[in-house]
Structure formats: structure tokens, C-alpha cells
């Protein structure tokens, strides 16, 4: 259950991507926008004849103000389409405008229980006894403060709803509202009654986080601790607002006499003071104590945990998830945005966020403890640290110490992000997994082109598994299959006839091959088979027989032909090009080499020698293999277990050096159904070498196996690595198997 909501949070993450990629210069035409038209730094500075009003300078700020408002205005929108893509299996673009119908509805519907219990009044005015900053405008709509959560929300419930019905058929009277058509109409039914429930729900929320503001107020230091790490928490969910804008701007955050007024709000108060700066020693620190903080983090802290991700990145992916980075890291610096950095590994990594929380809220105390008064109109960015104090003098604000404590904090970001990023693996910019899936469905799509093979059923249904269409036509249709199944690799199916399977139109695929047992035919895809087998079965149990029949017979004709002359060329040509690449390789030296340890005590031999023909061809892979005499199965190197298949005989496992494995007990051992593995690990778990992954019972394999030999293979080799046998005969588990050498391109 651990694994499958962290798999869910990381895919929410990614669909992040694209919404995330605008924030920095959202932030940037928020930041400048917002500094430079503010009434107080304009006559402060008597800047009136270049800032103020029917200048030129000043209406260009309003209106960068203006779009990058519209842009973090629009936050749990933009979110929502976009986690609603990126969670959508198929037909994305439906999922999109679902979201985008489910979003308004949710909130009409809220808006709608607001004017019904009277917290909306008729002429749009908001209830006097209804808590400031509950109640806000969303696209036109007065609706609770949700924030990017009620985006959240949206997306992934109107995924979910995508997914369920995409495919939906409906009796033949309403048949032109199935499939595609029913996901935006469930999705308005659905999210009508979600907004009646957040109606009841949110505001429940919100009120503890105002009752927790009263905590903040009387308990000194801690009390700005807990305001710190309070409000940096609550940006996720869009309720840093409701939270902190008491404290600023209502005698919550505390009153003071300033120039013979009586102020209230920390924000008034340090502006107050600003005014009457003449006759000010020194801003208070108790006022501006609810965000001087804030230049610490924002100008130091995260931009030294961007590096630390960047640094953590693949050597292949630096350059993308350096310009991503790049860019949040000066909006934050510069404009105080912390969004973009924070977004980037809060959902893949909750526990950096976590980390962020507490550091951001300590940096609150340490400004209250140090006396640092700068304050500020927007947030913690270099333009409001300039202007309210650089400009400001140190006397009046000891905006120095912000220097030295901010080189602190950016070694601390710095550090323990690097630790736990390397330590549990996170998939932070630039360290995701590679989206097999994607890339097997796009040469898919390649290859049914070349094919010439028809997207849609001829009686005009949506568009049908193109990969699932190949396979089942390389198979000889649905009326040749009798059985699927699976193993850690390979594709496993039973078929009536034999002579009808095609191994050239099944190598179209992407398989790396095709091995023959009798009826039993198994295609090797590698660790993504999975997927491919579920999602055959979903085509085979939705494709009728009659549909199949006639696209079947265009494959035995030019289809078939086609497949077969372009697989002999490209089989041809990838024999040579191996060829030469062996040569070249002979008298080269290796610019690197890994080497592979040993899962298990055994007698260790080429790969040629495993007794069965896939891993004896090197089809999924190359390697070696170990005749276990020992029962116990440890991790060869320091990694990650990718996966634990269901039989528990085959593990994936990918080492700290970036090499991906399969360790796989035995031959055809996926038959024994998990009779004689004892498997010690689970998926995503961090091992160290020579930690325990499985215990086997040796004599119950023996004699019910095929093979005990158990092929250590490499599955995703570049073209410029090559596998070096160092043990031959006996081998102890953790001793040296083989080398991985990697040749310059």
C-alpha cells in the first residue's frame, strides 16, 4: 500500500512539469510587478516622476503585475489540468477538459451551499461573521480557499473517473454518449456533489488554522518557530493565507503606537514605522518577526537545496533539470517565488519538504533572535531585501546579519539535501526513472505506421491498442490464443496453432525476441512486460473476433511481408553494426568500469550456457549465470530493488552506479507460483550489498525446475558497454562475476 501511494505521488509530481515550467517567470512579472507599483516604496523614495501613476515605467509594471497574477491566481486550475493529463492512461485531452468542467462545477456547487447558508449574501458580499480569507474568488467564482489542493483534487479524481470509463460502452439509445464522451458527463455528476461535501468539510479545516495563529502570539521565540514552520507546511495546500494574513495585517500579529497612531499588524506596523523613520532607532523585530525569516531561506536556504539537486542529477539529465532549476532559483532569490523549487520535490520527495518545513520555520526565529527587521510588501526576495533593508540602513534594520546567517542555512540546505537524495534515491529533478512505457508506446505508433495499419475498428469505435493489435495479430489472432501469462521478462502465451505465429511482426514491437516451445510461445520485452500483458488482455477481452478476423487478414498478406523483409534488413544490419562494434572494442581501452558481484555462492559461467534459449541469446540482456549451491540470493552491490515480480522468482534490481539488473532464479520457475522463494525485500527498497534479497529451498527447486541456474543479466546496456566474464567455475556470494565496460562513443 506504502508503494503504491509513493508511485502515485511520483507520477503526480511529474504531471507537475509543465505548469511548473511557467512559474519562475510567472514569478519574476509578479515579483517586479509587485515591488515597484507599491504606493509606500514609490513616495518613500520619491520616485513619483519615474514610478507613479500615467508613468510609462509604471503602467509596463502593472501590467507584468497583472500576468503574473493571472498565472498564480489561476494555480489550482493550471494544476488541475495538469495532474489530470499526467495521471490519464489514454485520450489525455479528454481527461484535460474534464478537468477543467469538474473544476468549475466543484466550485459552483461550493458557491451555490455558500448563498444557501447565507455566507454569501444576495448582492455577492461576504457574511460579516465569516472568517477573513475563507471565502475568495476562483476564475469568477466566490468559492472556498482550497488552494493548488482543490486542483488536486480535481485531477486526480477526474483521472481516476477517465480511466474507469474512457472505454465505456452504453446501450445502443445512448450510445453517442459512451467512451470518451460519458468521462466529462460523469465527471460534472461527480463534482457537483464533491462541492457540496467540501462545503462541509473545508471550513473545518480553515478554522483550526486560525485558531492556531493564537498560539504564535504569546509564546516568544517558539511562538515565531511554530509561525514559521506553520505557515511554510500550509503552502501545498493554499492556506498559508488565511493563516498568516492576521498576523500582518490585524491585531493578531500584535499593535504598536507609531507616530501617534495606534497600529496593528506586523506588516502596518513596520510600514508605519517606515514612514516615520526619522524618528525610529530601530524597526521592530517583534513586528517583522512574521517575516524577516524569510530572506534567510529564500535568498540562501533553497537555492543551496537546487544545487544540491542539481549535483544529485543524472550526468544525461543535468542539463534539462539545471535550466528548470536555474530559473526557480533566481524567482525565489529575487522575487521570494518558492513555489517552483518547493513543487519540484515536494510530491516526489516528502520528507525534503518535510526537512524544508522545519529549516524555513527555524530561519524565523533566528531573524527574531538576531533583531533583523527588514521588511517587506511581497515576499522574502533580493528587491524587497534591498529596498526595505539595504536602503534602510544597518542601524535600523541589522540586515547584515542576514549574510552570515543566510551562508549558514545555504550549507545546511545544501548538505542534508544531498545526503537524503542520495541516501533513499529520491526521484528529485533530474533523477526520474526512464518512462519505458512512453517510449515502448511511440515506437509502437512508429512502427504501425510503417505497417500501414488502421487506428480504428471499422465499425468507427474509438481507436484500439495499436501495440495489443500487433501482438495478437502476430500471434495469429484472438481465435489462436489460448492462454497469457507472464514472467519478470517475457510474455507468455499458449497458442492452438503454432505455424501461425509470426516472429517478424511480433519483433516489430520493440521484442528482442521470439523463443518456440512447442505451443508455448514466449516474446521478450524486459522489465516493462507487465504492462504489455495487461494490457493485451484488456484488448483481447474487448476485441471481438469477427473485427480481428479482417484486420487478421490483411496481415497475412502485404502486412506480413512487409514486417518480415524490414526485421531481415534491420536484423542483418544490427549483426554487423554488433560486429564492428565488438572489433573497435578489442583494441580499446574502457573509459570506465563497473564491476558486478555475485548474488549467490555457486559455480559461475558464460551466459551462452544457461539452459534456455532467451538468456542463452542474450535476447533480454547480457551477463552471466550461477548455478546456486546455497540457498541465499543478496544484493551483488549497493541499489535499489526496482521490483519483486508477483511468482517471486525474478527480482529487479538497479545498482548505485546506474546499472539496472535482473536477478533470476532459476528456469521457468515462474511455473512454480512462489512455492520454494522466500523474497526479504520489496519494491523501491534501499539494499546494501550483501543484504539478504530472498531465501531459497534449493532441493524443492531441483526438483521441480527445469533449472536451477539463475541468469544475472544487465537489461538496458548502452551501445557502448560491453559485459566482461571475470569468474569462471566456483564463486563465492559478493565476490566479483563480471565487469561492466563502458568504451568511449
Not at 481527461?95 to 477543467?100: E, G, N, T
Not at 479482417?550 to 496481415?555: G, K, S
Request: charged share 20%; with cysteine.
Amino acid at each position: 500500500m506504502k508503494d503504491k501511494i509513493f508511485g502515485v505521488l511520483q507520477r503526480v509530481g511529474r504531471s507537475f512539469m509543465l505548469p511548473i515550467a511557467i512559474l519562475p517567470v510567472a514569478g519574476l512579472l509578479l515579483g517586479l510587478g509587485s515591488s515597484f507599483t507599491n504606493n509606500t516604496t514609490i513616495e518613500t523614495y520619491g520616485l513619483q516622476w519615474l514610478l507613479g501613476d500615467k508613468t510609462i515605467l509604471h503602467a509596463l509594471l502593472v501590467i507584468m503585475n497583472a500576468v503574473g497574477s493571472a498565472i498564480f491566481d489561476n494555480l489550482p486550475l493550471i494544476f488541475a489540468v495538469g495532474v489530470a493529463i499526467g495521471m490519464a492512461k489514454k485520450e489525455k485531452e479528454v481527461s484535460a477538459l474534464s478537468a477543467v468542467i469538474a473544476y468549475f462545477v466543484m466550485n459552483v456547487s461550493i458557491n451555490a451551499m455558500l448563498k444557501i447558508s447565507g455566507k454569501i449574501l444576495a448582492d455577492g458580499s461576504i457574511a460579516k461573521d465569516v472568517l477573513d480569507g475563507t471565502i475568495t474568488s476562483v476564475c469568477g467564482i466566490q468559492s472556498l480557499q482550497m488552494g493548488v489542493f482543490g486542483g488536486i483534487i480535481v485531477g486526480l479524481g477526474v483521472a481516476a473517473l477517465h480511466n474507469r470509463f474512457y472505454k465505456i460502452e452504453l446501450p445502443n439509445a445512448l450510445s453517442f454518449f459512451g467512451g470518451t464522451r460519458f468521462v466529462p458527463i460523469i465527471s460534472t455528476v461527480v463534482y457537483l456533489f464533491v462541492g457540496i461535501l467540501m462545503y462541509f468539510i473545508w471550513p473545518t479545516v480553515q478554522n483550526g488554522i486560525y485558531a492556531l495563529g493564537g498560539v504564535v502570539t504569546g509564546t516568544g521565540y517558539f511562538g515565531t518557530l511554530l509561525f514559521g514552520i506553520i505557515k511554510r507546511a500550509l503552502i501545498p495546500f493554499g492556506l498559508h493565507h488565511v493563516f498568516y494574513m492576521p498576523f500582518w495585517q490585524t491585531a493578531v500579529g500584535g499593535t504598536m503606537e507609531v507616530a501617534g497612531h495606534m497600529v496593528e499588524g506586523g506588516q502596518n506596523i513596520f510600514f508605519a514605522q517606515l514612514a516615520d523613520s526619522a524618528n525610529i532607532t530601530h524597526f521592530s523585530a517583534d513586528a517583522t518577526r512574521y517575516f524577516s525569516g524569510e530572506f534567510i531561506f529564500m535568498i540562501f536556504g533553497l537555492p543551496g537545496a537546487a544545487l544540491a539537486m542539481y549535483k544529485c542529477a543524472k550526468p544525461e539529465k543535468k542539463k534539462q533539470a539545471g535550466s528548470l532549476l536555474l530559473s526557480a532559483t533566481l524567482a525565489c532569490m529575487f522575487t521570494g517565488i518558492t513555489e517552483p523549487l518547493e513543487f519540484s520535490f515536494l510530491f516526489v520527495a516528502p520528507a525534503l519538504f518535510a526537512v524544508q518545513v522545519v529549516l524555513a520555520g527555524s530561519a524565523y526565529m533566528i531573524a527574531h533572535i538576531l533583531n533583523i527587521a527588514v521588511g517587506l510588501t511581497f515576499s522574502g526576495g533580493l528587491l524587497d531585501f534591498f529596498l526595505f533593508g539595504i536602503l534602510q540602513g544597518n542601524a535600523k534594520t541589522s540586515w547584515m546579519l542576514v549574510i552570515p546567517a543566510g551562508i549558514v542555512y545555504f550549507l545546511l540546505y545544501y548538505f542534508i539535501f544531498s545526503f537524503l537524495i542520495k541516501k533513499f534515491d529520491f526521484k528529485t529533478p533530474g533523477r526520474e526513472d526512464d518512462d519505458t512505457e512512453t517510449k515502448l508506446y511511440t515506437k509502437a505508433d512508429v512502427n504501425a505506421r510503417k505497417a500501414k495499419k488502421d487506428t480504428k475498428a471499422s465499425d468507427g469505435k474509438a481507436a484500439v491498442d495499436e501495440l495489443s493489435q500487433t501482438i495478437s495479430r502476430g500471434l495469429g489472432g484472438k481465435v489462436n490464443i489460448s492462454d497469457v501469462d507472464c514472467c519478470a521478462t517475457r510474455l507468455r502465451i499458449t497458442v492452438i496453432d503454432p505455424d501461425k505465429v509470426n516472429d517478424a511482426l511480433l519483433k516489430s514491437t520493440g521484442a528482442s525476441g521470439v523463443v518456440h516451445k512447442g505451443q508455448g510461445v514466449q516474446i521478450i520485452y524486459g522489465p516493462r512486460v507487465t504492462v504489455i500483458k495487461s494490457d493485451l488482455e484488456d484488448y483481447l477481452a474487448s476485441v471481438t473476433e469477427e473485427h480481428f478476423e479482417d484486420d487478421a487478414a490483411e496481415n497475412n498478406t502485404a502486412g506480413a511481408d512487409e514486417a518480415k523483409n524490414e526485421n531481415a534488413a534491420s536484423d542483418k544490419a544490427q549483426e554487423s553494426d554488433v560486429k564492428e562494434a565488438q572489433e573497435a572494442d578489442d583494441v580499446k581501452e574502457p573509459t570506465s568500469t563497473v564491476i558486478i558481484s555475485s548474488p549467490m555462492t555457486g559455480i559461475a559461467a558464460d551466459l551462452s550456457t544457461a539452459p534456455d534459449e532467451a538468456f542463452a541469446s542474450k535476447m533480454m540482456g547480457d551477463g552471466a549465470v550461477v548455478t546456486p549451491e546455497e540457498g541465499v540470493v543478496v544484493a551483488p552491490e549497493d541499489g535499489t530493488v526496482l521490483f519483486v515480480f508477483d511468482t517471486k522468482h525474478a527480482l529487479g534490481f538497479t545498482t548505485d552506479s546506474g546499472i539496472g539488473m535482473i536477478i533470476h532464479v532459476g528456469i521457468d520457475t515462474v511455473k512454480l507460483e512462489g512455492k520454494g522463494f522466500d523474497v526479504k525485500v520489496e519494491a523501491g527498497q534501499k539494499v546494501n550489498k550483501g543484504d539478504v534479497l530472498m531465501k531459497l529451498d534449493l532441493d524443492y527447486l531441483k526438483a521441480n525446475a527445469p533449472s536451477v541456474t539463475t541468469p544475472v543479466i544487465c537489461t538496458e546496456l548502452k551501445d557502448n558497454q560491453k559485459i566482461r566474464l571475470i569468474a569462471d567455475g566456483p564463486i563465492k556470494a559478493g565476490e566479483p562475476l563480471y565487469a561492466v565496460d563502458t568504451y568511449e562513443k
